[in-house]
């Protein structure tokens, strides 16, 4: 019997493990305050979080006023969003989803996929079936955010094996190849914990550039309105990560 794919297995408690260090409060909240600003966001607005995890872009969002959808393909993070929302007393509909099968149309005023929630499947295909389901979800003139890893920042920066001590006594080992035909970063990813338990993770994300990635977005009727090399609006270089805002037209347009 074959494992499931990679996505299936990995977001859960190891993930947060392994991130949530580098992901403080402050950060989340200037990301936040960097979207609003980026996508001309006004509170009262519907917004879909495509891969939302454990709610760390959508509660704080919620918090300042959105109509809050998340969806996520992971029962444990999903709990961990329901258990914070309750304890804050909001009010945010979280949803059990593969990202390929989006079951709404024409609802939201914007969506984002936000730390490189993208990429995943082994065929291009399936990635443009995400953009289309998007594309499908927004209302005519809805906003879409990409916020991801770009090729060449990858390649320039690559490292075939990292390993990271933490506070907790946890080792965090990465063993990578570029894998130069298919375009994808496999990662082997081991977490040797105090106690001696050892878990083995793999991740395998398509690297895209920016010519394939809006080609793929116009293919799923959605326009380009400005690409940047983070949620600030800096200007996209070869040592940044890559944004991509797009719109879904109206029917004027």
């Known amino acids: ?4 794919p990679w996505y299936q297995t990995f977001f859960g408690e190891d993930y947060l493990q ?10 989340t909240q200037h990301e936040v305050s960097a979207i609003e600003a980026l996508l001309h966001l006004t509170p009262g607005m519907r917004i879909l979080d495509v891969c939302c995890g454990d709610g760390r872009h959508s509660l704080p969002l919620a918090q300042r006023g959105y109509a809050i959808t998340g969806l996520d393909l992971s029962a444990s993070l999903l709990d961990r969003a329901r258990q914070e929302t309750a304890r804050l007393h909001l009010n945010i509909d979280w ?5 390929r099968s989006i079951p709404y149309e024409d609802t939201f005023d914007a969506a984002i996929n936000i730390f490189t929630s993208f990429g995943y499947f082994e065929q291009e295909e399936d990635d443009l079936l995400v953009l289309k389901e998007i594309h499908k979800a927004l209302a005519p ?31 965090v080992m990465e063993e990578r190849e570029i894998d130069l035909l298919k375009s994808r970063n ?68």
């Open 1 to 4: 019997m074959s494992s499931p």
């Open 18 to 27: 392994i991130y949530s260090p580098f992901l403080p409060a402050s950060r």
């Open 95 to 99: 949803l059990q989803q593969d990202m």
């Open 141 to 171: 003139g809805g906003i879409f955010l990409l916020e991801t890893v770009y090729q060449p920042r990858v390649v320039r920066a690559f490292t075939p094996q990292s390993m990271i001590r933490y506070d907790n006594g946890l080792i």
């Open 186 to 253: 496999n990662v082997r990813i081991t977490l040797l914990h105090p106690n001696g338990e050892r878990i083995e993770h793999r991740q395998s994300i398509r690297i895209y550039t920016l010519t394939e990635l809006i080609s793929l977005i116009n293919q799923a009727g959605l326009q380009v309105t400005g690409y940047y090399g983070d949620l600030d609006g800096n200007a996209l270089t070869l040592d940044s990560r890559l944004v991509i805002v797009s719109q879904k037209p109206t029917p004027s347009q």
